[in-house]
């Protein structure tokens, strides 16, 4: 790692727990603060970043005041970054004083915040880092939500609500859904209460609770052993089985070049060490994305969609 931040640069902040990931990919001339990564050049498609700072600046200031005043010019919202900073109590009175990033829970269904959301550091006692655009509406990209803790079975349910916020896109009524390694059922859950004709493939069965619901048809069986089409074209594809990246690539391509998807969501999880190659391998899928959702683990979201 670099000793001094680059001149120009992107900054991206690592999901808690995964700078050396997000380190490994952006590769050399990475100077850290915390978790956030400076880096020179323009932003660039990382998975491993939770929020990216598009167009972060260093700017003087001399007093608590006039940082107030720059940071209100440059834009209209802003959210402090702080975890690496040994004092906080300057940035924190700084922060006081403009205005914030919305507190209120995010209710599953209603657009993300349009107002533009910056991001802001200290980078010395008189020295602001900020980027008035980031690329999540949220603070350090963590979308808060008004959690159902009655209906789903698990608390998985947050990563369909969170990707399907981030696309805003989403599965409506009536569209065939298949759920590979669908067991307890958080995904089936969420997919049935849009509307979803939802088909869940796995070995253990869903929660009672979950099978019950109208447009659920339940199959206990191997995600593997599905050919693909064999259950009719389906509009949506999700998979979270655990399995090695190597076979869950294979399944995606499979699925990819029978055609018999018109999208397809896929949880990459990670046993031990991170491979980069399959991380590139997945970004390397043409009209796909590969992001850390912020109610990911040890594990990457993939996206695929026919439709550009
Ligand atoms: C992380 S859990 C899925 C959680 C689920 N998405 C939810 O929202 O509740 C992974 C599931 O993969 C299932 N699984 C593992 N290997 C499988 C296979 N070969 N075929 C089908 N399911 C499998 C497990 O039984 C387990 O229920």
Known sequence: MDEKPPDICTAYLAPDGF????VQELGCGVHTLGRLALCPGPP???AWAQNVWLNPRCIPFSSISEAVRLLKALGPRWTLYDEHLKRRGRARLIQERV??????PLVFGAPP???????????????????????????HGRPVFSEDKTGPPNRAYLKLWELFTVLQARPGPGQVCLDLGASPGGWTWVLARLGARVISVDKAPLAPGVARLPGVEQRLGSAFGL?????GPVDWLFCDVICYPERLLALARRWLDAGAAANMVCTVKFQGRTDLEIVRAFQAIAGS???????????LTWFWSASP
Do not use: I
Not at 227 to 231: F, K, T
């Open 19 to 22: 700078l050396p990931e997000l």
């Open 44 to 46: 660039r498609p990382v």
């Open 99 to 104: 205005p914030g990033p919305a507190l209120k």
């Open 113 to 139: 915040p349009n107002a533009a959301l910056g991001s802001w550091t200290l980078l010395d006692e008189t020295t602001l880092l900020a980027s008035p655009a980031c690329s999540s509406p949220f603070a």
């Open 227 to 231: 050919r693909p089409g064999e259950a």
């Open 289 to 299: 994305r590969l992001l850390h959702l912020h109610h990911n683990k040890h594990e």
